[in-house]
């Protein structure tokens, strides 16, 4: 339904559809044979004027709201997850982070890489910190008028094709003594200490490299520190909740993956003839379309909504319970569409030659990456019962005696 999109946003959505159809729809199984960045896409990209689309006018940006991009997103990652993911984090993400709480220098330095093309990289998971991002071991010494950074970190996508990097690390001042958790602008090619390592070789997203990062004595002036108003001690936090608005580009590549399964699987069960009949006569088959058409709904009107909201205080990043209700909601049902896209196509499905399994494969990834379905589960009733959830064997000991303490000052 387009009832709540406005003619701006419907041609938007139109002229992003008929790119995807296009020529990036005749590329995408290219890319995830080869594994090669499709950068031919991100020129086609470009050129339309969806990287960088929300950067605001006052640093070369046409401005455009996370709907819009949404919007967009949903159509390219319809006919190609990889695309669509490049254009979420062109678009999301990092750049979010710096256009929000970054000095003028920092805004007018970051914005120019997406709109010049490039996918910025947000690098936060480690080998031993992926849910628990707070057990990150990278760490950043202060020294001068700089912060040497020393550490590693892990599935960082785009490693090696990103220039742009935001960083996240733990700070320690010069006698030693830790701050918190900080950002840290890094650009690929301008230190020798941001060394790009080993690729994963990944089931599905193929044409986007995932690798370690690893840091040697990577020098970053103190003008490329990111800080939030909480500072080192409580910015984390605040740093984070631009992960919200990556939780809605990502779950939109999940409800554009299935929404692109569901429209070939649709006109092949029409074309499809089986007992003399098209397969779309028979009911089970019939039911499984709808189940398919009703999920998609869900999925779609989770994710505008999570693109409309904004979190606690107006913050310029989406409501981090509504992300986490659209991501968890569209990259379940994209797992179950997709699937059922295969099944319908049988035989004809298991084949590379249908794009339904490279769609199902790419799916794969989103119950995953961003926040696992089960870590966004725990968000989600945090918010709902109104109370911490510590996830750690010692946590609610923690908290039950920190509560007493507390209550006992009060008294």
């Given at each position: 339904?387009?009832?709540?999109?406005?003619?701006?946003?419907?041609?938007?959505?139109?002229?992003?559809?008929?790119?995807?159809?296009?020529?990036?729809?005749?590329?995408?199984?290219?890319?995830?044979?080869?594994?090669?960045?499709?950068?031919?896409?991100?020129?086609?990209?470009?050129?339309?004027?969806?990287?960088?689309?929300?950067?605001?006018?006052?640093?070369?940006?046409?401005?455009?709201?996370?709907?819009?991009?949404?919007?967009?997103?949903?159509?390219?990652?319809?006919?190609?997850?990889?695309?669509?993911?490049?254009?979420?984090?062109?678009?999301?993400?990092?750049?979010?982070a710096i256009l929000t709480y970054g000095t003028e220098q920092q805004k007018s330095l970051a914005a120019g890489f997406p709109?010049?093309?490039?996918?910025?990289?947000?690098?936060?998971?480690?080998?031993?910190?992926?849910?628990?991002?707070?057990?990150?071991?990278?760490?950043?010494?202060?020294?001068?008028?700089?912060?040497?950074?020393?550490?590693?970190?892990?599935?960082?996508?785009?490693?090696?094709?990103?220039?742009?990097?935001?960083?996240?690390?733990?700070?320690?001042?010069?006698?030693?003594?830790?701050?918190?958790?900080?950002?840290?602008?890094?650009?690929?090619?301008?230190?020798?200490?941001?060394?790009?390592?080993?690729?994963?070789?990944?089931?599905?997203?193929?044409?986007?490299?995932?690798?370690?990062?690893?840091?040697?004595?990577?020098?970053?002036?103190?003008?490329?520190?990111?800080?939030?108003?909480?500072?080192?001690?409580?910015?984390?936090?605040?740093?984070?909740?631009?992960?919200?608005?990556?939780?809605?580009?990502?779950?939109?590549?999940?409800?554009?993956?299935?929404?692109?399964?569901?429209?070939?699987?649709?006109?092949f069960v029409l074309e499809r003839e089986q007992f003399g009949r098209p397969i779309a006569e028979f009911q089970g088959l019939?039911?499984?379309?709808?189940?398919?058409?009703?999920?998609?709904?869900?999925?779609?009107?989770?994710?505008?909504?999570?693109?409309?909201?904004?979190?606690?205080?107006?913050?310029?990043?989406?409501?981090?319970?509504?992300?986490?209700?659209?991501?968890?909601?569209?990259?379940?049902?994209?797992?179950?569409?997709?699937?059922?896209?295969?099944?319908?196509?049988?035989?004809?499905?298991?084949?590379?030659?249908?794009?339904?399994?490279?769609?199902?494969?790419?799916?794969?990834?989103?119950?995953?990456?961003?926040?696992?379905?089960?870590?966004?589960?725990?968000?989600?009733?945090?918010?709902?019962?109104?109370?911490?959830?510590?996830?750690?064997?010692?946590?609610?000991?923690?908290?039950?005696?920190?509560?007493?303490?507390?209550?006992?000052?009060?008294?």
């Open positions: 339904m387009n009832t709540d999109l406005t003619p701006a946003q419907l041609e938007l959505r139109a002229r992003a559809r008929d790119l995807a159809r296009g020529p990036i729809a005749a590329n995408a199984a290219e890319v995830d044979r080869s594994e090669q960045y499709p950068w031919d896409n991100v020129e086609l990209l470009r050129d339309a004027g969806f990287m960088g689309m929300t950067v605001p006018p006052t640093y070369g940006g046409p401005g455009y709201s996370f709907l819009d991009a949404a919007l967009v997103i949903e159509e390219i990652a319809s006919v190609c997850g990889v695309t669509g993911r490049i254009a979420v984090e062109a678009n999301m993400g990092a750049i979010s709109l010049g093309g490039d996918k910025p990289a947000i690098c936060i998971t480690e080998p031993d910190a992926g849910s628990a991002a707070t057990e990150m071991s990278t760490r950043a010494d202060e020294r001068g008028d700089s912060y040497v950074l020393n550490g590693k970190k892990h599935w960082i996508t785009g490693g090696g094709v990103s220039r742009l990097h935001l960083i996240f690390a733990r700070v320690f001042d010069k006698s030693g003594v830790e701050q918190g958790i900080g950002g840290f602008i890094a650009v690929r090619g301008e230190h020798d200490g941001l060394q790009v390592g080993t690729r994963e070789p990944t089931l599905g997203l193929r044409g986007i490299p995932e690798t370690e990062i690893v840091f040697n004595d990577l020098e970053i002036p103190k003008e490329r520190v990111l800080m939030p108003p909480g500072g080192f001690a409580r910015g984390f936090g605040q740093l984070m909740n631009a992960y919200n608005s990556q939780r809605v580009g990502a779950g939109t590549v999940a409800l554009g993956l299935a929404a692109g399964a569901f429209r070939v699987a649709r006109e019939q039911w499984m379309i709808a189940d398919m058409s009703t999920q998609l709904a869900a999925a779609r009107s989770l994710i505008h909504g999570a693109a409309r909201s904004r979190g606690p205080n107006d913050s310029a990043f989406p409501d981090p319970t509504a992300a986490a209700q659209a991501k968890l909601f569209a990259s379940e049902a994209a797992v179950k569409i997709t699937n059922d896209a295969l099944q319908l196509f049988g035989a004809r499905g298991y084949s590379r030659n249908a794009p339904v399994e490279r769609m199902l494969r790419d799916a794969r990834m989103f119950t995953i990456g961003g926040g696992t379905a089960q870590m966004l589960r725990t968000l989600i009733a945090s918010k709902e019962l109104d109370m911490k959830l510590p996830q750690t064997r010692d946590g609610y000991t923690r908290l039950a005696s920190d509560t007493k303490r507390k209550k006992e000052r009060a008294a």
